[in-house]
């Protein structure tokens, strides 16, 4: 059975890792356009918001799908809130699952981590763009 947690729960995280390097290249070149000047920072922002609520939604589906919480609203914030670390405690996965909601937290820290390298690199490009 626990084989079974983590299988699913690398495969999960998986799925959202290779979703948000999707995503973050696919907005990395759009951000390359000539067309694109100004705000690159604040557009980036808005699009990683939408791709951790987009990833935050994979978990919830997976623990829609595998029946942890009654309805999908509240998979999708007990989903937001591991993500993001908060972990309120007012909804809890199932003894068998717990597993996965520590390990969406893991990943949530660190897809963040990743978000914000590419938000600094952005603006740092920004603020060179200025000088010049």
């Avoid at 009654?70 to 003894?95: E, K, N, Q």
């Amino acid at each position: 059975m626990l084989i079974k947690n983590i299988v699913w729960s690398l495969f999960i995280t998986g799925l959202c890792v290779g979703v948000h390097y999707i995503l973050t290249r696919w907005v990395t070149r759009r951000l390359q356009c000539a067309t694109l000047r100004k705000p690159r920072a604040g557009l980036l922002c808005s699009l990683l918001l939408l791709a951790h609520l987009l990833e935050c939604g994979v978990y919830a589906t997976f623990y829609y799908i595998h029946h942890c919480f009654s309805s999908f609203y509240d998979s999708l914030y007990f989903s937001i809130t591991s993500f993001a670390t908060v972990g309120y405690g007012d909804l809890l996965l199932p003894r068998f699952w717990e597993i996965s909601g520590s390990l969406e937290g893991m990943t949530g820290a660190l897809l963040t981590g990743w978000s914000v390298a590419l938000l600094v690199a952005v603006v740092v490009l920004e603020s060179g763009e200025k000088q010049r």
